[in-house]
């Protein structure tokens, strides 16, 4: 919980760091000094995210109204060495990539590739509806599938893995489109990565608490195959709690695992 001081501490800091943005406005690139946002967000706490959500919402309110300006700020901001920064930008291009998308992709592709693991978060989150922030998705969905279609395929480990947190939030708001998702997710399944299986999983186990009986048969059917990888994803997922919802069909599976294990 926030405390009294420590929200008008950071509304400080949220009007030291508008101010500043809106001070690069009509400057020349010498004048984006990306260190002195580094200096403003400097031990800024990420997770939960809402408060980042907030004043990057409202950075990008300012900037939309300058979009040659602001493709080149948030260009800036995405290169910054500080984590804090980068998360920032992904937060502002979430709101301004509604405007004309494919302008956008390059920096979140380059975002989804950072060292740092919230920033990669921030990345997928461009695409999502979360805390209270519209994403993407709301505004040019045939975009985003397409995007992430062409992304599940990616050369990029931490680009594939993108996909399995992209719309998690959505899905949750649109518990329709959990079979779209895993239609998408369908090459995973087989993916070389043992982390991207890893996210698959997580990705499962959340939808699958809205639409328990979807992930199983969807998961059922897939044990049809030979692969590995699928068996133990099966697996994992149906150690989690929603699988019990239906402990007919996680019964199924189990036995499945253990034919094939036996073999």
């Known amino acids: 919980m926030i405390h009294d001081k420590d929200s008008q501490q950071i ?42 959500n907030q004043i990057g919402m409202e950075a990008a309110a300012i900037l939309e109204k300058h979009p040659e300006e602001a493709v080149n700020i948030c260009m800036r901001l995405t290169s910054s060495r500080l984590p804090e920064t980068r998360c920032l930008s992904a937060v502002i291009i979430s709101q301004l990539s509604k405007y004309s998308p494919s302008l956008w992709t390059g920096m979140i592709r380059h975002l989804a590739l950072d060292d740092d693991w919230h920033v990669r978060d921030f ?24 995007t992430l279609n062409e992304w599940v395929k990616d050369r990029d480990y931490l680009v594939r893995r993108l996909t399995t947190r992209a719309l998690l939030g959505y899905s949750r708001k649109h ?37 328990p009986d979807l ?15 699928i068996a133990s994803i099966a697996g994992m997922t149906v150690d989690a709690s929603f699988a019990l919802q239906n402990p007919a069909i996680r019964q199924e599976i189990l036995d499945k695992l253990s034919t094939s294990s036996t073999n």
């Open 175 to 211: 518990p329709e489109t959990a079979e779209k998702l895993l239609t998408l997710w369908e090459p995973l399944l087989t993916d070389s990565s043992e982390f991207v299986r890893r996210n698959l999983v997580s990705a499962l186990r959340i939808i699958g608490r809205t639409n």
């Open 123 to 146: 990345a997928a989150a461009v695409f999502d509806t979360i805390s209270g922030r519209e994403g993407l998705i709301e505004f040019h969905p045939e975009f985003v599938w397409d």
């Open 11 to 52: 509304d400080a800091l949220s009007k030291r760091l508008l101010m500043l943005l809106e001070s690069w406005i009509g400057k020349s690139d010498d004048a984006i000094e990306v260190e002195a946002v580094d200096s403003i967000l400097q031990g800024f706490v990420i997770d939960p995210p809402a408060l980042l």
């Open 215 to 229: 992930v199983l048969n969807w998961l059922n059917t897939r044990l049809n195959s030979s692969s590995g990888h």
